[in-house]
T-cell receptor, first 115, second 114 residues
Framework: AQTVTQSQPEMSVQEAETVTLSCTYD???????LFWYKQPPSRQMILVIR??????QNATENRFSVNFQKAAKSFSLKISDSQLGDAAMYFC????????????FGGGTRLMVKP | KAGVTQTPRYLIKTRGQQVTLSCSPI?????VSWYQQTPGQGLQFLFE???????NKGNFPGRFSGRQFSNSRSEMNVSTLELGDSALYLC?????????????FGPGTRLTVT
């Protein structure tokens, strides 16, 4: 079974600065998807970014980008120009191509943004 | 396009009772997944339904069950509620064409068992 680990329970960043959240995963598969989700205090899970394992190019969505290291099984999220609205729980998730749409989540990282 | 909706949003039940939660996916999405979120166990996959069939099931006891209707709406049922079933239950729908496999979540149902 796949496992996803987020080793940073909490992180803080100054507004307008850059922060990187870490995620590692364990799998024997070669084809899969990775996601970062944001969960603000409202508890609504919001998709931040997606990465297909077969793509070498790192995904980017505006201020959010990932550093996908397939061999190291690492998938970190970089948030540039941090804003107060970025404060939330961030979850890394793994989707196998052999288990339907089941997502395996990491334990989450709470990001605090200081004004 | 309307997002994923879940009803009810909040629910208080007593131990031993049963509960039914409902989820309406985004129009056109045929896959519905359910997750349980607790402070202790985090986010755990319950099951996925696709075209009215359970396609995948997580490691939960048989008290947790679900179904999907022909319009893709899904319900999950928890029988003989226990205190440990208190959680946020999240539903997510996935577009199964196009290869993106992005899951869109509803706002959740907060279940409290007393």
């Amino acid at each position: 079974a796949q496992t996803v680990t987020q080793s940073q329970p909490e992180m803080s960043v100054q507004e307008a600065e850059t922060v990187t959240l870490s995620c590692t995963y364990d799998t024997s598969e070669s084809d899969y998807y990775l996601f970062w989700y944001k969960q603000p205090p409202s508890r609504q899970m919001i998709l931040v970014i997606r990465q297909e394992a077969y793509k070498q190019q790192n995904a980017t969505e505006n201020r959010f980008s990932v550093n996908f290291q397939k061999a190291a099984k690492s998938f970190s999220l970089k948030i540039s120009d941090s804003q107060l609205g970025d404060a939330a729980m961030y979850f890394c998730a793994y989707r196998s191509n052999n288990a339907g749409n089941m997502l395996t989540f990491g334990g989450g990282t709470r990001l605090m943004v200081k004004p | 396009k309307a997002g994923v909706t879940q009803t009810p949003r909040y629910l208080i039940k007593t131990r031993g009772q049963q509960v039914t939660l409902s989820c309406s996916p985004i129009s056109g999405h045929r896959s519905v997944s359910w997750y349980q979120q607790t402070p202790g166990q985090g986010l755990q996959f319950l099951f996925e339904y696709f075209s009215e069939t359970q396609r995948n099931k997580g490691n939960f006891p048989g008290r947790f069950s679900g179904r999907q209707f022909s319009n893709s709406r899904s319900e999950m049922n928890v029988s003989t509620l226990e205190l440990g079933d208190s959680a946020l239950y999240l539903c997510a729908s996935t577009r199964t064409s196009g290869g993106s496999y992005e899951q869109y979540f509803g706002p959740g149902t907060r279940l409290t068992v007393t």
